[in-house]
C-alpha cells in the first residue's frame, strides 16, 4: 500500500480498508451508546457495541453526554463483501468529536444491524 493511499484512507472512511476502491454505501444508522462518557472505554469488541447500542433516528435524540454511534455498511465489489463502520462521537453542540472508528470486515455486525433494521 502506498503511503498516499494510507494518508488518503484516513479522510474517505468509503476507501476499502483492505484495497482502498472506493466502497458502495449500502446503509446506515445512528445509535447511542447506552453509557455514560466517564465509562465509555475504548473498544472494537463487537459484542460491547451489539450489547450497548440503542437506536435513535436523529443526533437530537441522544441525551447530552451520551455517546452516539454512527454505522454505515458499504459494500466493496473488489473484495466482494460488506464492511461495516463504526464511529463513535460525542455530539457538542453543533460539533461531533470522535472518539473512535473501526471498521469491521468479517459481518461481526451484519445480523445486529440486520435486526436493528426491523425494530
Ligand atoms: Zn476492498
Not at 460539533?95 to 472508528?101: F, H, N, S
Request: glycine share 4%; charged share 25%.
Amino acid at each position: 500500500m502506498s503511503f498516499l493511499k494510507k494518508f488518503k484512507g484516513l479522510f474517505h472512511d468509503d476507501w476499502c480498508p483492505t484495497c482502498n476502491s472506493e466502497m458502495n454505501i449500502l446503509d446506515k444508522q445512528l445509535f447511542m451508546l447506552n453509557e455514560t462518557v466517564s465509562h465509555y472505554a475504548s473498544t472494537r469488541n463487537p459484542t460491547y457495541f451489539r450489547e450497548n447500542l440503542l437506536k435513535v433516528d436523529k443526533k437530537s435524540d441522544i441525551p447530552a453526554g451520551i455517546y452516539a454511534c454512527g454505522i454505515k455498511t458499504y459494500f466493496c465489489s473488489e473484495c466482494n463483501k460488506k464492511i461495516v463502520y463504526v464511529q463513535v462521537f460525542l455530539p457538542v453542540r453543533d460539533q461531533e468529536k470522535l472518539e473512535d472508528a473501526f471498521y469491521y470486515e468479517n459481518g461481526e455486525l451484519n445480523n445486529f444491524l440486520e435486526k436493528q433494521k426491523n425494530l
